[in-house]
């Protein structure tokens, strides 16, 4: 599981731009170093998996719908990494095709920590669970990015 998240929007000296490469090369670069790292252990394995935690914020379909609370939240960079987060997941499902790995993105929902103010209802032991269950549980589809609701769009 990655859960590379970081977001420097709220430092005060970077410039819109900076900010986005840093953001971009911390997370995404991480990401990438992470996932390419073990994706050969994951193969020798017997149930290998990758499972990136994403956001309602990478779905474009979702943030231009009117009403979504996703569309409300203009988290740029957050958003924009998230984004390239998916695109990856769908270039490593593509460069997996035929084998029997499993990867997917998922939306583990706008969860109440320190870094939301603790303002969505959310509990971390919900967006935990979900999550496990997606990365432990045979039965789960894969190849998607999804929520505890069901597929969302990309």
Same mark, same amino acid.
């Given at each position: 599981m990655n859960n590379a998240g970081t977001d420097l929007a709220f430092d005060p000296h970077l410039s819109s731009v900076k900010n986005m490469k840093r953001t971009l090369q911390l997370n995404f670069g991480g990401t990438l170093c992470v996932a390419g790292g073990i994706l050969l252990l994951l193969t020798a394995s017997d149930d290998d998996r990758i499972v990136h935690l994403s956001s309602a914020l990478a779905s474009l379909g979702l943030r231009h719908e009117?009403?979504?609370?996703? *569309?409300?939240?203009?988290? !740029?960079?957050? %958003? &924009?990494?998230?984004?390239?987060?998916?695109?990856?997941?769908?270039?490593?499902?593509?460069?997996?095709?035929?084998?029997?790995?499993?990867?997917?993105?998922?939306?583990?929902?706008?969860?109440?920590?320190?870094?939301?103010?603790? *303002?969505?209802?959310?509990? !971390?032991?919900? %967006? &935990?669970?979900?999550?496990?269950r997606v990365a432990l549980d045979a039965d789960v589809t894969t190849s998607t990015f999804c929520n505890d609701q069901g597929v969302l769009p990309c």
């Open positions: 009117p009403g979504r609370q996703c *569309r409300q939240m203009l988290l !740029t960079t957050y %958003a &924009a990494f998230r984004a390239v987060l998916n695109a990856l997941t769908v270039s490593q499902l593509v460069a997996l095709v035929g084998q029997r790995g499993k990867i997917s993105a998922i939306c583990p929902g706008f969860t109440a920590m320190e870094v939301t103010g603790f *303002r969505p209802d959310r509990t !971390t032991q919900r %967006a &935990a669970a979900y999550t496990l």
